[in-house]
């Protein structure tokens, strides 16, 4: 069984950092996409950054030269360090990933469980 488990929200002043960081485990045979969302107040979760095996990334126009997204193949995880944060960046914040269980299985989409991020003064 896989899981993601995330870690390193909180609360934070407006200008402030945070670094999330996301672990799978379980059993994995290899792991192809790896991403945060987030899902604001009141809002539709949407799609904050993601990065690929070969470690292309893309991000939210809104994220753009204040989020960054890393991940480390060797230890099946994916960080997103958040610079400049504002208070429209409050929300929950999600780890996915494509993750293939066993040789010649197709790759499905796990999820973690959440972190509450606040951005208030």
């Known amino acids: 069984q896989v899981q993601l488990v995330e870690s390193g929200g909180g609360l934070v002043q407006p200008g402030g950092s945070l670094r999330l960081s996301c672990a799978a485990s379980?059993?994995?045979?290899?792991?192809?996409?790896m991403g945060w969302y987030r899902q604001p107040p009141g809002k539709q979760r949407e799609l904050v950054a993601a990065i690929s095996s070969g470690h292309t990334t893309d991000y939210a126009d809104s994220v753009k030269g204040r989020f960054t997204i890393s991940r480390d193949n060797a230890k099946n995880t994916v960080n997103l360090q958040m610079n400049s944060l504002k208070p429209e960046d409050t929300a929950v914040y999600y780890c996915t990933a494509q993750i293939v269980a066993m040789r010649g299985a197709y790759a499905l989409d796990y999820w973690g469980q959440g972190t509450q991020v606040t951005v208030s003064s």
């Open positions: 379980g059993s994995i045979f290899s792991i192809y996409g």
